[in-house]
Nanobody, 120 residues
Framework: QVQLVESGGGLVRAGGSLRLSCAAS????????MGWHRQAPGKQRELVAT???????NYADSVKGRFTISRDNAKDTVYLQMNSLKPEDTAVYYC??????????????WGQGTQVTVSS
């Protein structure tokens, strides 16, 4: 099992910045992908950004150039630096970890979510 604990959400004005953190613990495989998803009221959960244990990143088009995902493998922690925030970034942000072994997905874990609210 893997436990994910998010922190760093809050209320910020448009144009401001926030940094989210997600600390993982438990049975974390050496090959894994960590990422952030978000869900706004009345909308489906959507991918924001992912980063592999090797450091490869992927971003949703809506956040490219504004958000940066990074990770500290020694601390099993992933970060999401969010700059130039817009009201449409308002959502609950969820951390995800996917374990892989021999290229096969072996476990998909989610955090409890942290609220990000951007006021206009």
């Amino acid at each position: 099992q893997v436990q994910l604990v998010e922190s760093g959400g809050g209320l910020v004005r448009a144009g401001g910045s926030l940094r989210l953190s997600c600390a993982a613990s438990g049975s974390i495989f050496s090959i894994n992908t960590m990422g952030w998803h978000r869900q706004a009221p009345g909308k489906q959960r959507e991918l924001v950004a992912t980063i592999t244990s090797g450091g490869n990143t992927n971003y949703a088009d809506s956040v490219k150039g504004r958000f940066t995902i990074s990770r500290d493998n020694a601390k099993d922690t992933v970060y999401l630096q969010m700059n130039s925030l817009k009201p449409e970034d308002t959502a609950v942000y969820y951390c995800q970890l996917i374990n892989f072994r021999f290229g096969v997905r072996r476990g998909d874990y989610w955090g409890q979510g942290t609220q990000v609210t951007v006021s206009s």
